[in-house]
Structures are given as structure tokens and as C-alpha cells.
T-cell receptor
Framework: AQRVTQPEKLLSVFKGAPVELKCNYS??????LFWYVQYSRQRLQLLLR??SRESIKGFTADLNKGETSFHLKKPFAQEEDSAMYYCALSSGIYNQGGKLIFGQGTELSVKP | GAGVSQSPRYKVAKRGQDVALRCDPISGHVSLFWYQQALGQGPEFLTYFQNEAQLDKSGLPSDRFFAERPEGSVSTLKIQRTQQEDSAVYLC???????????FGSGTRLTVV
């Protein structure tokens, strides 16, 4: 079964500390992996996708197929990073339009 | 429009009442998705449209849920005989075909009392 697991509901760090938001997935095949972010009172938005191997707002994520993980990392957290983060995978099946399966989310709180 | 627009933003329904939630996607976006997000959970897929064709409705929880997109633009999610367990935020998202970078709407928060 396709599943995304984010083991931490809440992650609290101090400003300037490193951050790692964990994501593990279960999928038989080659999934597309994503991180979405929702800032307070804003809509859900795409942060990054593994296929583009980009760094957005200092965040990076590496797909580890051996460990079936896609952890989100940032070396120095900023207060404005406080938000809800969702890991998601897509089956990439064309007639499903790339529907996404989301994890339960991790709330990141960066304290001054 | 500039983004995905959903209305109403909030809806309170009495148990047993029918509701209709509207989504106006970004102009030109062929793909349209509906998701249900219960409190403290991630969004869960409900249904997918490509233009006016509903290609996947595997996530609809019961036959009380019905979605349509008759002209390939605006979509309506209808819930008949609402139950308390239907209380959730209903999210709409649109994208170009083959682009997994969805644009989400702000959602409709449905509360069934």
C-alpha cells in the first residue's frame, strides 16, 4: 500500500539550529516525492520536489530509496520557517493526474 | 484568475443537510483535484478531473459525495445528507497536466452540527 509517514507531529528548535523533518514512504515503484508547506493563515504551497534537486529557502531533501526516506533539512533554522510541513508522494500514473498521498504533517516551531 | 478560488470559506450545516462547495481553478489548468483534510491530518485525495472528465473518484468516502466539472473549469463538490464525520476542510487544487506542482485553494471549512 502507498503510505507516507511523518513520525513527528511537532518539532521545536531554536533559531540558528539545524532542522531535519523526517519522512518515510511505502511505495512499490518509482515515486515522485514532494514537500509542501503551510504558513499560518496561508494556503498549502509546494516547497520542493525531489526530481528538480533544488534548494528552496535553504531547505534541501534527498531521496534515499534504500531507506525509503525523503527527509527535509535546513542547516540554520529561521523564525519565519515556523509552519506546517507535509511530505507527499505521487504515483505518477497519468490518468490519475499525479494524485498526491500526504503524510500527517509536522509542525515546525522555531523559537528566538 | 490569479489563484484557485474556493467558496464559501466556512460552512455550517445541520446534520442531514445537503451542501455544495465550489472551486474556481486557475484559467487553463486542465487538472483539478479535491482533497479532504480532517483536523490534525494531512489532506486525503477525493477525486480528480481532467477537463470535464472525472478520471478518478476512488477517494470519495461514500455515495453521498458527488463532484462535477461540466464545462472543464469550475467544479462543485456536493455532499448529501451530511454527517458529523464529514466535518473537515475541503481543498481544491489545480495544475497543468503532468505537473505535480499543484496550486491549492484556501479551502472550505465544513462543520456539521
Amino acid at each position: 500500500a502507498q503510505r507516507v509517514t511523518q513520525p513527528e507531529k511537532l518539532l521545536s528548535v531554536f533559531k540558528g539550529a539545524p532542522v531535519e523533518l523526517k519522512c518515510n514512504y511505502s511505495y512499490s515503484g518509482s515515486p515522485e516525492l514532494f514537500w509542501y508547506v503551510q504558513y499560518s493563515r496561508q494556503r498549502l504551497q509546494l516547497l520542493l520536489r525531489h526530481i528538480s534537486r533544488e534548494s528552496i529557502k535553504g531547505f534541501t531533501a534527498d531521496l534515499n530509496k534504500g531507506e525509503t526516506s525523503f527527509h527535509l533539512k535546513k542547516p540554520f533554522a529561521q523564525e519565519e520557517d515556523s509552519a506546517m510541513y507535509y511530505c507527499a508522494l505521487s504515483s505518477g500514473i497519468y490518468n490519475q493526474g499525479g494524485k498526491l498521498i500526504f503524510g500527517q504533517g509536522t509542525e515546525l516551531s522555531v523559537k528566538p | 484568475g490569479a489563484g484557485v478560488s474556493q467558496s464559501p470559506r466556512y460552512k455550517v450545516a445541520k446534520r442531514g443537510q445537503d451542501v455544495a462547495l465550489r472551486c474556481d481553478p486557475i484559467s487553463g489548468h486542465v487538472s483539478l483535484f479535491w482533497y479532504q483534510q480532517a483536523l490534525g491530518q494531512g489532506p486525503e485525495f477525493l477525486t480528480y478531473f481532467q477537463n470535464e472528465a472525472q478520471l478518478d473518484k476512488s477517494g470519495l468516502p461514500s455515495d453521498r459525495f458527488f463532484a462535477e466539472r461540466p464545462e472543464g473549469s469550475v467544479s462543485t463538490l456536493k455532499i448529501q445528507r451530511t454527517q458529523q464525520e464529514d466535518s473537515a476542510v475541503y481543498l481544491c487544487a489545480s495544475s497543468l497536466v503532468g505537473d505535480y506542482g499543484y496550486t491549492f485553494g484556501s479551502g472550505t471549512r465544513l462543520t456539521v452540527v
